[in-house]
């Protein structure tokens, strides 16, 4: 099983960021995924997830800015982020909820 996770950066506040994960040795299509955000200092937090079927699910934080989505074809996860703020920067993680199995973190840092 992995999860590769890619497309942080270093984005001015106000811009964007699209964030993928690719999913191999799993049945993809049948997975809950989400993904996850950990600040300096802070606890790992959901910041959406996405079911099967394409429902969705938002922390507060990020509603009306970020928007998961899944491309069962293509075996992968993304996250697109708009509007970004400082308090956006954290390490994300891609992770299947069914299977309760993290991908690595990819760093996204929201500075002028």
């Known amino acids: 099983v992995q999860l590769q996770a890619s497309g942080g950066g270093l984005v001015q506040p106000g811009g964007s960021l699209r964030l993928s994960c690719a999913a191999s040795?799993?049945?993809?299509?049948?997975?809950?995924m989400g993904w996850y955000r950990q600040a300096p200092g802070k606890q790992r937090e959901l910041v959406a997830s996405?079911?099967?079927?394409?429902?969705?699910n938002y922390a507060d934080s990020v509603k009306g800015r970020f928007t998961i989505s899944r491309d069962n074809a293509k075996n992968t996860v993304y996250l697109q982020m708009n509007s970004l703020k400082p308090e956006d920067t954290a390490v994300y993680y891609c992770k299947s909820l069914t299977l309760n199995y993290w991908g690595q973190g990819t760093l996204v840092t929201v500075s002028s």
């Open positions: 996405i079911a099967s079927g394409g429902i969705t």
């Open positions: 040795g799993i049945r993809f299509s049948a997975n809950v």
